[in-house]
């Protein structure tokens, strides 16, 4: 090493030169000071990003969200109590509904009033897992104002995309369409086959020529009967604007069973 003044050799740092005299301090600490310096920035830095991925991307398990919903029935009053029957079955379809979308149940109360809060590990669930809570769930086939066939005649449920002939195009083709195709019980066959029966033999594209099925108080499909159908099972074919993430939430909701009430939500937190 060199005097920084006289440029004549040293032996060591932290001595007088013996030349010229001048003092030279070593500093070693302040150069790697000089490193750690931007690694140290580098790793908050990182550690910032991370804490900011957690929190915008749900990562936040610790916090819990409380649903609270208050059950109604059909005729649109307020339940002031629920029975011990009922809240037991509204808990397992609950967490059924719950279960299907993946969100992670911590508990589910009656906390008196008509009310139910759920306890949610995480963030709140998306408007469609909302809603699926709230409703009642009754699918129900009906021909000519009588009920054919209803949820409770169903054993299961699956959603899938349905090749359907276009009749509607001059030359021969196929669309696909998200379908759930569901399986019901023997009383249910004896019933279905009757309808369809009649249905076929009606006048094309009349209501008679129809089978109507609901969820709830909605219309979700009016088939077209073109011939009687001797079976335990059958498809339910959405509309062109509906998706198979559509028809997986119908299943889903079928499969879970039906609520003795609707579930209005009143809270959230």
Same mark, same amino acid.
């Given at each position: 090493?060199?005097?920084?003044?006289?440029?004549?050799?040293?032996?060591?740092?932290?001595?007088?030169?013996?030349?010229?005299?001048?003092?030279?301090?070593?500093k070693?600490?302040?150069?790697?000071?000089?490193?750690?310096m931007?690694a140290?920035?580098i790793?908050?830095?990182?550690?910032?990003?991370?804490?900011?991925?957690v929190?915008?991307f749900?990562g936040?398990?610790?916090?819990?969200?409380y649903?609270?919903f208050?059950?109604?029935?059909?005729?649109?009053?307020?339940?002031?109590?629920?029975?011990?029957?009922?809240?037991n079955?509204?808990?397992?379809i609950?967490?059924?509904?719950?279960?299907?979308?993946?969100?992670?149940?911590?508990?589910?109360?009656?906390?008196g009033?008509?009310q139910?809060?759920i306890?949610?590990n995480?963030?709140?669930?998306?408007?469609?897992?909302?809603?699926?809570?709230?409703?009642?769930?009754?699918?129900?086939?009906?021909?000519?104002?009588?009920?054919?066939?209803? !949820?409770?005649?169903?054993?299961?449920?699956?959603?899938?995309?349905?090749?359907?002939?276009?009749?509607?195009?001059h030359?021969?083709?196929?669309?696909?369409q998200?379908?759930?195709?569901?399986?019901?019980?023997?009383?249910?066959r004896?019933?279905f086959?009757?309808?369809?029966?009649?249905?076929?033999?009606a006048?094309?594209?009349?209501?008679?020529?129809?089978?109507?099925?609901?969820?709830?108080?909605?219309?979700?499909?009016?088939?077209?009967?073109?011939?009687?159908?001797?079976?335990?099972e059958?498809?339910?074919?959405?509309?062109?604007?509906?998706?198979?993430?559509?028809?997986?939430?119908?299943?889903y909701?079928?499969? !879970?069973?039906?609520?003795?009430?609707?579930?209005?939500?009143v809270?959230?937190?």
């Amino acid at each position: 090493m060199f005097c920084g003044n006289c440029a004549q050799p040293m032996s060591s740092m932290n001595e007088c030169c013996k030349h010229c005299g001048s003092f030279h301090e070593d500093k070693p600490t302040k150069k790697a000071n000089n490193y750690l310096m931007p690694a140290a920035l580098i790793a908050f830095a990182v550690l910032i990003g991370i804490v900011f991925f957690v929190l915008q991307f749900g990562g936040d398990s610790s916090r819990s969200t409380y649903l609270t919903f208050q059950a109604i029935v059909e005729d649109g009053n307020t339940v002031t109590s629920i029975g011990n029957n009922d809240f037991n079955s509204a808990e397992r379809i609950l967490r059924n509904r719950l279960d299907a979308h993946n969100v992670d149940v911590i508990a589910i109360t009656s906390i008196g009033s008509g009310q139910i809060t759920i306890e949610i590990n995480g963030r709140r669930p998306g408007d469609e897992v909302i809603d699926s809570l709230g409703r009642i769930g009754m699918v129900r086939f009906n021909y000519m104002g009588y009920n054919i066939i209803t !949820s409770h005649n169903i054993f299961s449920a699956y959603a899938f995309m349905h090749e359907v002939s276009d009749i509607f195009m001059h030359e021969a083709s196929n669309i696909e369409q998200p379908a759930i195709a569901v399986t019901f019980d023997a009383s249910a066959r004896t019933a279905f086959r009757q309808a369809t029966r009649y249905a076929a033999a009606a006048a094309h594209g009349s209501d008679e020529n129809r089978i109507f099925i609901y969820l709830d108080d909605e219309q979700i499909s009016a088939p077209l009967v073109t011939n009687e159908i001797d079976s335990t099972e059958t498809i339910i074919t959405l509309g062109v604007d509906s998706t198979l993430q559509d028809a997986r939430n119908l299943a889903y909701l079928i499969n !879970s069973g039906v609520l003795p009430f609707r579930l209005d939500l009143v809270d959230n937190d």
